[in-house]
């Protein structure tokens, strides 16, 4: 099993949670497990991706220790062997968990120090990290540190940079700058794009990201408006990372039966399938193959075309 896009912070262990406020004496809105969990994970009338970001609030404000990094990159490592995963790209924003004094350098050699823990505990799973820039204002400097470090760890476990955050309201086209300085390093690229409805945030945001050497792309889910486009990701062998049950929680689609992921597939896009966020989202890889069999029709045959196509597309060979 496969997984190419998988969140670290919105796939934290609500125990873990609980245990690392502890530890760094934070206090929490709540001590109990099921009231945590609840602010942890997109309520089902979640009514935008805007408003589903938030939910990363409390998980980002626990990761501001190489402790609490490294424990949480491990557990993920774990929790994915537990699933039969054996083969995961781990993606997450090390700028995130520099509000304590964390330099990202630091940040992501405590996230490389998990993972590779987890690995060694775990060997039948290989995993990768990419590094997320952010979408948002004044946020420049930080994207390029973030793509300095992933220079300086590519091939030690870092295998790529993406992009993520708003994507409505900070379009891709403003990170021009940053893609040329990863363009200029050969980092290869995967970009979050097509996640959102929205004039800047659709097929044109999509061609954006093709423009700026994504490989793949994170959702692209709207490129279902575009016939052009559609084309076009086939002819240039584009995989999309799609994550249905959160396409459904941002209110991309209006219901899971209503995807448009096996209308890509059939006109012959290399569509994946993913979690996103295990917790946030309340899903895995299997919860995500069975909505696949039950509400959208897809054959068992077409879910190991799918895992082919994810195989293939993997930045680590």
Same mark, same amino acid.
């Given at each position: 099993m ?7 912070d ?5 125990e873990?949670a609980?245990?690392l406020a ?21 309520p089902e009338?979640c ?10 609030d409390?998980p =980002? ?7 609490? !990094? /490294?424990r949480?990159?491990? &557990?993920? *490592? #774990?929790?994915?062997? @537990? ?7 781990i993606?997450?924003?090390p700028?995130?968990?520099t509000?304590?004094?964390l330099?990202?350098?630091?940040v ?5 120090k ?9 060997p039948?799973i290989?995993?990768?990290? =990419?590094?997320c ?5 004044? !946020? /420049?400097?930080?994207?390029? &540190?973030? *793509? #300095?470090?992933?220079? @300086? ?9 993406d ?17 040329a ?8 690229v ?9 004039e800047v945030?659709?097929?044109?945001s999509?061609?954006?990201?093709l ?5 793949r792309?994170?959702h692209?889910?709207?490129?279902i408006?575009?016939e052009?486009?559609?084309?076009e990701?086939i ?13 459904y ?5 209006p219901?899971?039966k209503?995807?448009?992921?096996k ?11 993913n ?5 946030v989202?309340n899903t895995n890889?299997?919860k ?10 897809f ?5 190991s ?10 930045f680590?060979?």
């Amino acid at each position: 099993m496969i997984e190419l896009h998988l969140h670290l912070d919105g796939s934290l262990r609500v125990e873990t949670a609980l245990d690392l406020a502890k530890i760094q004496n934070i206090t929490l809105p709540t001590e109990d497990l099921k009231e945590l969990r609840n602010l942890m994970e997109v309520p089902e009338d979640c009514p935008t991706l805007h408003e589903c970001l938030k939910r990363f609030d409390l998980p =980002i404000m626990l990761l501001q220790t190489e402790m609490a !990094i /490294e424990r949480v990159s491990f &557990e993920l *490592v #774990e929790d994915l062997h @537990k699933l039969g995963v054996t083969y995961a790209e781990i993606r997450f924003a090390p700028q995130f968990s520099t509000e304590e004094g964390l330099t990202q350098d630091q940040v992501v050699a405590a996230a490389i120090k998990g993972v590779k823990r987890g690995m060694e505990k775990y060997p039948a799973i290989r995993c990768g990290l =990419i590094l997320c820039c952010m979408r948002g204002a004044d !946020i /420049e400097e930080k994207n390029l &540190e973030t *793509v #300095e470090v992933a220079k @300086k760890y590519m091939g030690d476990i870092v295998c790529a940079v993406d992009l993520a955050g708003a994507e409505s309201l900070f379009p891709t086209k403003m990170f021009e700058p940053v893609f040329a300085k990863v363009k200029e390093y050969g980092i290869p690229v995967t970009i979050h794009a097509g996640e959102a409805i929205g004039e800047v945030s659709g097929p044109e945001s999509m061609r954006k990201a093709l423009e700026y050497g994504a490989k793949r792309i994170g959702h692209g889910v709207m490129a279902i408006e575009d016939e052009t486009l559609i084309q076009e990701l086939i002819e240039k062998d584009i995989t999309l990372e799609v994550c249905v049950t959160s396409n459904y929680h941002t209110k991309l689609v209006p219901s899971l039966k209503e995807h448009p992921i096996k209308q890509l597939f059939d006109a012959g896009v290399r569509v994946t399938f993913n979690s996103d966020n295990m917790i946030v989202s309340n899903t895995n890889i299997h919860k995500e193959i069975e909505i696949l069999k039950t509400q959208l029709g897809f054959t068992d045959e077409e879910i190991s075309t799918m895992q082919k196509y994810a195989r293939e597309a993997t930045f680590i060979k």
